[in-house]
């Protein structure tokens, strides 16, 4: 591979916004909302508490969008912790990207993607699918389509996330069209059996993701004002599309048929359509999470580049294709140990279960920086100025920081296990710093 230096400007905001969306509609949206209608027992407070969750995920898309438009360089907050903070921080973030953000995240999408294709073959009389294979030869093949170039990988993505999209409201616009649903449901109401803090964490999740476009922002045209389109027309796209949904979800079922149920998409379908039209809401899940997949192959190693062009990482990550104007290499280190995680655990919950705290903590650190930065740098061209500065800020912070209390609290092993990842860079960090120190002394 001969290097090409920097990243190309290739990338259109419409394909970033692709990503965050892509980043966005996966596996949550079709499985919180029978945990919230058991916690809430009200379909107003579940559609207020999904709003409530776009506002803050839209806070947090606003933050990034003054960072990236002012700062649009590959590596999201790597880029805005480092100018902020200094190295250590990013690394730490850079760190957990690769360990947990990204890495840990695309393994569990996709042996959840495998699932749920198993489930689509089998409905249709076919043999089932080996998780772990199938979650391999679809990473795989998504690896080999982004380290072409940003122009195959990227018309790739913005062919899943629209049929993602396409298949959303098809399943909404044909519900309420033909579907056998009630709108007396929406005056249903049940027992409250949680409280609005677990709520919150789950509607969260199924909004994390927004950050995405901020990852490519060395590579959008016009950064400043692609990135912000990207981050905040993705993220609005999104809030749409849950907010349809769940209205869907109320149409087809009471709020006490509701009630925790776990696979809420394909339990509405049958109760619109019939038993037979859980195989396709199953495929649309599927659709949607190998979208986010490829969103993940596509944004992660960016990343991991910005690191290495830092030398925190061996230089030859931060080398691009002269020719396909891609970091493959970084590509290729996140899919090796992607590999590795699927076949070493080869299950959903033991890599998901652990990661919420490390990526909370350090996307309220990164939104902070937009203050922090402000106060710092106030001469930093800011092509785009947060709106509603600082109080969104703040009060996304605030919020972050009422969920990081409530997950030590509640689930001190696997937060434990989240310190101890992002701990384990520590060392590593000033070891990398004594051999940068030691390779400049023999040269």
């Known amino acids: 591979m001969k290097e090409g230096g920097r990243l190309v400007r290739e990338i259109g905001w419409p394909t970033a916004a692709a990503v965050v969306i892509a980043n966005m509609v996966g596996t949550g949206i079709f499985t919180t909302s029978g945990f919230l209608a058991r916690d809430l027992g009200s379909p107003w407070r579940l559609l207020a508490l999904w709003l409530v969750g776009g506002a803050i995920a839209l806070a947090g898309?606003?933050?990034?969008?003054?960072?990236?438009?002012?700062?649009?360089?590959?590596?999201?907050?790597?880029i805005y912790l480092r100018e902020a903070y200094g190295p250590l921080m990013a690394y730490l973030s850079g760190w957990t990207s690769f360990f947990i953000g990204f890495s840990g995240a695309l393994a569990a999408a996709l042996l959840g993607c495998a699932a749920y294709l198993t489930h689509v073959v089998e409905a249709f009389g076919a043999a089932p699918l080996d998780p772990k294979i199938t979650a391999l030869a679809t990473l795989w093949a998504l690896t080999a389509a982004h380290v072409a170039g940003a122009g195959p990988g990227g018309r790739l993505q913005r062919a899943l996330t629209v049929a993602t999209i396409a298949a959303i409201v098809g399943l909404v616009a044909t519900g309420f069209a033909v579907g056998d649903g009630t709108v007396a449901n929406f005056r249903s109401s049940g027992p409250a059996a949680g409280n609005v803090a677990v709520s919150l964490i789950f509607v969260l999740y199924g909004y994390s993701g927004w950050?995405?476009?901020?990852?490519?922002?060395?590579?959008?045209?016009?950064?400043?004002?692609?990135?912000?389109?990207?981050?905040?027309?993705?993220?609005?796209?999104?809030i749409a599309l849950y907010l349809g949904l769940n209205c869907l979800y109320l149409y087809a079922l009471s709020i006490g048929q509701m009630a925790g149920v776990l696979a809420i998409g394909e339990q509405a379908a049958r109760a619109l359509f019939g038993p037979a039209a859980a195989r396709w809401v199953a495929a649309i899940i599927a659709l949607a999470i190998l979208s986010s997949?490829?969103?993940?192959?596509?944004?992660?190693?960016?990343?991991?580049?910005?690191?290495?062009?830092?030398?925190?990482?061996?230089?030859?990550?931060?080398?691009?294709?002269?020719?396909?104007?891609?970091?493959?290499r970084a590509i290729l280190l996140q899919s090796a140990w992607t590999s590795v995680v699927i076949c070493f655990f080869g299950t959903f919950e033991p890599i998901v279960v652990y990661t919420g705290f490390a990526v909370t903590a350090f996307a309220a650190t990164a939104v902070a920086a937009v203050i922090v930065l402000r106060m710092r740098r106030p001469n930093l061209p800011r092509p785009f100025?947060?709106?509603?500065?600082?109080?969104?800020?703040?009060?996304?912070?605030?919020?972050?920081?009422?969920?990081i209390v409530y997950a030590v609290a509640s689930r001190p092993i696997e937060t434990l296990s989240g310190v101890i990842t992002v701990g384990t860079g520590v060392p590593i960090y000033y070891l990398t710093r004594i051999w940068k120190r030691h390779r400049a002394g023999i040269r």
């Open 61 to 78: 898309a606003l933050a990034y969008a003054e960072l990236g438009a002012a700062m649009p360089e590959a590596g999201g907050e790597y």
């Open 211 to 238: 950050n995405a476009a901020a990852y490519l922002a060395g590579e959008v045209f016009e950064p400043e004002r692609g990135v912000p389109r990207a981050l905040l027309g993705g993220t609005a796209v999104v």
């Open 293 to 328: 997949a490829s969103a993940m192959v596509l944004a992660g190693p960016r990343v991991y580049y910005a690191m290495a062009r830092d030398h925190m990482l061996p230089r030859l990550f931060a080398e691009v294709s002269a020719r396909r104007h891609t970091p493959a």
């Open 385 to 403: 100025r947060m709106w509603g500065y600082p109080w969104l800020a703040l009060a996304y912070g605030v919020v972050s920081l009422w969920i």
